[in-house]
Each structure stands twice: as structure tokens, then as C-alpha cells.
């Protein structure tokens, strides 16, 4: 997982910085509606846990 090798995610849309932070923040609670979309999106439905 992300989290095991990033201490901090940045998500980009477009070339504009969306949200940024430490990973399980991110990726367990994103805030943007985008950042859910992408993490919806992983194949197989892995689920992103802190």
C-alpha cells in the first residue's frame, strides 16, 4: 500500500495541487470528492486502510 512507502500524498487534478498530508489522512479520509473517485477506482476494490 501507499502508505507503507509515502509518509505524505499529494492529489493533483488538472495540474492543481487538490489536497496534500500525511497518507492515512489522505487516503483513509479524504477530503475532495475526487480523491474518493480515484481511490473508488483501484481495481478489484481494494480497500485503503490506515
Same mark, same amino acid.
Given at each position: =500500500?501507499?502508505? *507503507?512507502? %509515502? +509518509?505524505?500524498?499529494?492529489? =493533483? &487534478?488538472?495540474?492543481?495541487?487538490? *489536497?496534500?498530508? /500525511?497518507? +492515512? +489522512?489522505?487516503?483513509? &479520509? /479524504? &477530503? *475532495?470528492?475526487?480523491? &474518493?473517485?480515484?481511490? %473508488?477506482?483501484? /481495481?478489484?476494490? *481494494?480497500?485503503?486502510? %490506515?
Amino acid at each position: =500500500m501507499l502508505q *507503507e512507502i %509515502a +509518509d505524505q500524498v499529494g492529489v =493533483m &487534478r488538472q495540474g492543481k495541487l487538490l *489536497e496534500t498530508g /500525511p497518507a +492515512d +489522512d489522505v487516503l483513509v &479520509r /479524504p &477530503r *475532495e470528492q475526487y480523491t &474518493r473517485d480515484l481511490l %473508488a477506482a483501484i /481495481p478489484g476494490g *481494494e480497500q485503503v486502510t %490506515a
